[in-house]
């Protein structure tokens, strides 16, 4: 039995897919999901213009429709099977083997991106368990992506070659202007983009610790720590997140800012939340706005992890004159009784500060900031425009900025990332 065996009989949904046998040295395999993709060709040409890494390389596409999916787009996913097996004859020297299959969309409930995910990443881990792989790094992207030429040589020299290195968020960049969307797509994605970033910086001001980009066409991971995780969840949307999430835990998850992924800027309406989602109510405004969260909630985090030695040394009843302490807007989140049960049975399983901060760090993680961002932001602190939201956390952090626009702030925070990363 290969590593991989039990999960794929107990996890996996669907037989194998792919018939030929793999090349043993085979490293990275690149999953796709392509729903309604007829222009896949352009991720394909870019894929082949990267510089060829130290290993064998495997593509696999894999074409999905929800149950509901119209006529038109049935039709172009055959166009996309169709345009795929035409670039294969055209490319038959390309330097990785290209797979495609058409799922039965019938077959099984809530296709989506996260459905699509897990077949084509269970279908990767196939083809590592059969030559005994558990390092070889599975890669995702998305049908209207572009990527870096050297892609595939950052992932093969920063992840597949470091075996403290289990996965990674692949550092991504929007387009901001061409002839291919209008003004108003590009001045929208560069609002969105930036509330990623600000959210990022947002964190890493808290001094929360595992502070990663959660985009789906950016993560990469090794085959085992897949297994350990899980697999990929079924979910219609905010797979990556929910994904990433059960990663990050178990170490060895990095930022890899060395090379770049272009995700496609266009809006969509195949997913209730996300980049096209949030493009498409953007885009429908002549003038898009963004609101985001207060840098005052940042503000209150950032107090409330800075007192984590201070619950750990204390007992019940300090624990009781420490809730006194706490932000106002996270006292209105926690339950006063159950924080200070908390805060008892992790120093009680604990021998240190360094053990403490991880469990605590395990129960106040980024499920639980998430539901007080939105808490706080219902009952306590309004929004603030995603722009002028940029600029003051850029003061907070002692930063000094000149202008205000949207476009210059995001490659400013652009910027600020890659440094911080190195």
Known sequence: MG?????????????????????RETGIIVV???YNEPGINKLLDSLLKCVEPACKVEVIVVINAPDDAAR??????????????SWKKENNN?????????????????????????????????????????????LNLDADCTVDQ???LAVCNELLKKNDRNGCSIYFEHPLAGPDYTKTIYDSIALYELHLRFYFQGLAYSGYPYVFHTVGSAIAVKALSYIKAGGMNRREAGEDFYFIQKL?????????NTTTVYPSPRASDRVPFGTGASIGKLSADKTP????????????????????????????????????LIPPGLRLFLEEKEWIEKMTEIKNNTSGIVSFKKRFFGWFNMFKIVKYLNNVHSDFFGKRPVDIAAYELLQKMGLTFESKETKDLLLYYRQIEKVEIL
């Open 32 to 34: 796709v999901p392509a």
């Open 289 to 324: 706005a963004l609101l985001t969260y207060n840098t005052l909630a940042f503000n209150e985090l950032r107090t409330f992890f800075k007192l984590i030695e201070a619950f750990f040394e204390s007992g019940p009843m300090e624990l009781h004159k420490h809730f006194s």
């Open 72 to 85: 038109e787009s049935l039709e172009n996913n055959k166009i996309t099977f169709n345009n795929i097996e």
């Open 150 to 152: 050297n892609y595939f």
């Open 248 to 256: 990050v835990p178990a170490g060895g998850y990095f930022s890899l």
């Open 3 to 23: 590593f991989a065996s039990t999960y794929l009989e107990e996890r996996a949904l669907f037989p194998q897919k792919i018939k030929e046998a793999v090349d």
């Open 94 to 138: 390309c330097f990785f083997r290209l797979f495609v299959f058409m799922t039965d969309h019938h077959s099984i409930k809530g296709w989506g991106v996260g459905l699509a995910r897990k077949s084509g990443m269970d279908e990767a881990i196939r083809r590592f368990n059969a030559i005994n792989k558990p390092d070889g790094v599975i």
